[in-house]
């Protein structure tokens, strides 16, 4: 068990008791509304989770340190499938979903048994959702999240099924939601359409529009599905799988032949599929079919590596311009045995000639040959090669490539402009058709059922196309700080494709669809403008409003200002004062001052919850933030639960206690990149963290004390005051700018380091320095407090204050205590230790008994302060001619010289004392500390007249850059 569990849970149970993180509007106060994602509830959450919610709630404990009321409230996500899916997938026996839930719970159980009996009790969705809501809400207090527990709620339940209601009016008055035929991810087995939060595997995945082409065959059409239709000028056969189920299949009443696969996928896209015949593809392979621009025939040839399960399952073949089909083709070339069991000669493989229809510059006639042969690819196998050669060649017929003659009307005509030209002349000739893909594989749906493309009549949808909804959504993009900053072009990539998304589905736990209670909301659509909700839930819960009471004017009234509290009291029945309460509430608090969540919401929750703001809400209630961390991996690995390689948060504070995870969850990798949990590394953030409560709790009861120069304190303890005192300022400016990680390095690592330092110096009188490290400790612990807020309460307590260090005021640095020239001063004497250790190793045995340290002279200062003060660029005749011009340089002809190589050799100025005397006199008080620290006797001289310099060393000091001679 971690050592700082019990710490951790004596002050999660006191700031629970004192209700330190309710937050009620106060307008006295400058306000801060925080949000993060409410976490879905089909199970445990892990370490990955934790890191989000983690960083989350360091932003929120800052801001109220800051001085503002901060609301950070959470609520729980059960609606959609995912829940209804693993519940489905327990009832039926899977055993994969079994032991997934059985991982999840032997986390809060002691017994296998008592494992067995939750699960007994997991037949329900509800009774699923309301457990793990419970236990997550346990986990986040464990992890020491200081949230606003009054406003949770789920989103199944019935008050806020009504607000989705409301949402959803909303939508219909303005005309964003309508009812058509539309493509869209679906279960088969659930009958509904499906997305991200549904997923298994493919979360991204998107509907892919293939074109049908139909080839006229026998009686009917082979149907060959392309996204490259047209290159159907270059075709010089087609691939069929010889030993997989093809189907004579009416389609809408044409007979098709596909594969049997493709035939299930149709009878899902809106078309009558009616099986006349099933066969093995053998059975065509031989055969003949007619191009679509002219009658000359086309073989069909045998091809293992075509999947039935894609597309049509039939692939049509240029090899000219697909690389894939080229080396296909030259193997049966090279090796036409096998072919005669289909009636193909070899003469008939070798007699199919490789048609050119793009011209391209830097190629010949054949671009896919080249890139073939220019990566030396071999075989079929090389799936790699073959697919970058592939792209290659797509990529530059689609923006340099021009049709050739042989292609009819579109010769001459650019690729890149011609596509859409081909499709409306085929469609002249009733030879083409749509075939929908999801874009990826594969697309698991969370009962275990592959996921397919339906297209269903009646499907509501919302149109993000509709005239003048992107354009408000930009404008409120335009408007909102993106932190990082590199993450805006993904909204803004996902604002360009947004279009018709389906909103509605026939099954799953959610909201009915007010206008048509057949159907239910879908999870992403109900989750996108709740954080208005937490701003009036108490008040909901607390009053125990039904949910009949909560119709579409009180909503309006609440959130739109729209009515007078007498109409709505009468409409409602409930009270004016609380309506009137609840409307201030919702004014003080909104908007969401920031939102803070991972990458992977910005295609979904993200931009629709900024779509949704600007279509309901005045432009002064659109969110003002949105700052995004990465995910997190684990030993170099994605973490996936069915994987196994992921640690449940509520391990964390057993395993390693809340505070190490928050640090190293934050310190191991800055916000904007992926974070790699290794496990190795954790220890030393335990070693961290304990550094700092041992620090603090030997000062926390000295009496803290700020020696000011007419205290005359050593240059030690002015460095010290100093540098906390930049250390404050510092980061305060990390916090503000989002630079988590360098915050996290500067109050562990860096001030553990300053302060050992400081107490390791010889020479420091013990009053001066208990005095002063008990001041340092005082606003370390403060600075730490968002980070480690545990064993800071722990400490803060220890030290003597009243009150919660969560609800002390952040701290202001001291520039009265600031000096810059002492920091960089002291930067002088410990590069002089590090200079003398060098030397010290290329003493190769001897042993040096003293150190002869040479500081410059003033003048040499007085030089290269008069050049930074110049600005000038680092050129060697520049630098010269400003410092010849002055004549207390120039008498110093040669030595400036000296000066002006050492800036050419390290390109730019370095950092050094004030002057002279400040280095002189920093060197000897330290002479104890540098003479303890490498076992010298120290020495210093002015290398303007040292007394001792056998060796002519002092001629090659500089200020920041001393001469030593070891002896």
Known sequence: ??????????????????????????????????????????????????????????????????????????????????????????????????????????????TEEEVDAQIAKFTDPWITASYFAKVISQDFETLGLGIDWRRKFTTGDKQYNKFIEWQFHKFMEKGYIKQGNYPLLYCPNDGNPVGEDDLLEGATAKVKEFTAIKWPFEDGFLVAATLRPETIFGVTNMWIHPTEDYVWAKVDGEKWVISKAASEKLKLQAKDVEILETFPGSKIVGKSFQAIHDDHLIPILPAEFVDPNNASGVVYSVPGHAPFDYIALRDLWDDPSGLSQYGISDEDVRNIEIISMIDIKGYSEFPAKDAVENRTIKSQDEGEKLEDATQEIYKAEFYDGVMKDNCAQFSGRAIKDVKEDVIDWMKTNNRVDVFYEPDQRPVICRCGTDVQIGVFAGQWFLDYTSPGWKDEARRALASMTIVPEMFRS?????????????????????????????????????????????????????????????????????????????????ITLINTDLLKKMQSEFRYWYPNDQRHTNPAHIPNHLSFAIFHHVAIFPEKDWIKNISISEYMIMEGRKMSKSKGNVIPLVEIPEKYGADVFRVYSVSAAEPGTVMDWRERDVSSMIGRTKQFREIVSKYAKKKPKIYTKKDNPSMATRWILSKINSTVAECTDMMNNFRLRDFAIQVTSEMIRTVNHYLNRPGIPKEERDGTISYVCELWVLLAAPLMPHICEEMWSKMGHEGYVSLAEWPKPDKNLMDKDVEMTHEVVESTIRDIREIKKLLKGKKAKKVHVYVAPEWMFKAIISIRKAELAIIVGDIMKHLMSNEDFRKHGKQVKNIVDRIAKENGLWDHSKNAKEEMAALKDATAHIGTELNLEVIIHSSEKPKYDPQNKARFALPGRVSLFLE
């Open 1 to 110: 068990m971690s050592e700082f569990v019990k710490i951790e849970k004596k002050w999660q149970k006191r700031w629970k008791k004192d209700k330190i993180f309710q937050a009620d509007p106060d307008p006295t106060r400058k306000k801060f509304f925080f949000t993060v994602p409410y976490p879905y509830v089909n199970g445990s959450l892990h370490i990955g989770h934790g890191r989000t919610y983690t960083i989350g709630d360091m932003i929120a404990r800052y801001k109220r340190m800051l001085g503002f009321n901060v609301l950070y409230p959470m609520a729980s996500h059960m609606t959609g499938t995912p829940v209804q899916g693993m519940v489905d997938r327990v009832n039926a026996g899977d055993p994969v979903a079994i032991e997934i839930y059985k991982r999840d719970l032997r986390s809060y159980f002691d």
């Open 490 to 570: 993904l909204f803004e990539n996902t604002f360009d494709w947004l279009a018709q998304r389906p909103c509605a589905r026939k099954r799953g736990i959610g909201t009915k669809l007010p206008f048509d209670p057949d159907w239910i909301i879908e999870s992403l659509s109900d989750s996108t403008i709740y954080m208005a909700y937490y701003t009036i839930a108490h008040h909901i819960h607390d009053n125990k409003l039904k949910p009949e009471q909560l119709v579409p004017k009180f909503f309006d009234f609440v959130f739109l200002g729209k009515g007078t509290p007498d109409k709505i009291s009468k």
